[in-house]
């Protein structure tokens, strides 16, 4: 685990020396969600009540599980783009026509409770 952390610090160095990103692609579970579980209604993992999001923009919940951002929107800020949106809201959108097409600055496939092993979450079915 701890060889996985000094990897991912090593790329993202080097991403960061660089600037020259322009996009951001973010998968994992509650600790990057940005709010793709607030469209799965589904899924019993939910944080669209406060306190979530009392820090975030506009002070509402988004379905981030934080009160405010997450390192995945502090990394984009820093690489100066746009946050990405999860990714079940933009296939809303892109559905419903209220978007033409897909974010070019990258987009939010994280989601609460995911896992990559059999065992993960097998207490919540």
Same mark, same amino acid.
């Given at each position: ?58 002070? &509402?919940?988004?379905?981030?599980? =934080? +009160? %405010?951002?997450?390192? /995945?929107?502090?990394? $984009?800020?820093? #690489? ?17 026509? &209220?978007?033409?097409?897909?974010? =070019? +600055? %990258?987009?939010?496939? /994280?989601?609460?409770? $995911?896992?990559? #092993? ?8």
């Amino acid at each position: 685990m701890e060889f996985f952390f000094f990897f991912f610090f090593c790329m993202f160095f080097n991403v960061v020396c660089s600037h020259n990103v322009p996009a951001v692609f973010i998968f994992g579970d509650s600790t990057l969600d940005a709010g793709n579980n607030h469209f799965n209604k589904n899924c019993s993992v939910q944080a669209d009540f406060p306190p979530y999001g009392r820090d975030f923009f506009g002070r &509402r919940p988004t379905g981030r599980f =934080t +009160n %405010g951002r997450t390192v /995945a929107d502090f990394i $984009s800020e820093f #690489l100066g783009i746009e946050i990405q949106k999860p990714y079940l809201e933009v296939e809303m959108e892109v559905r419903n026509g &209220r978007r033409k097409s897909y974010p =070019t +600055n %990258g987009i939010n496939f /994280a989601s609460a409770g $995911s896992g990559v #092993l059999n065992e993960t979450n097998q207490e919540m079915e």
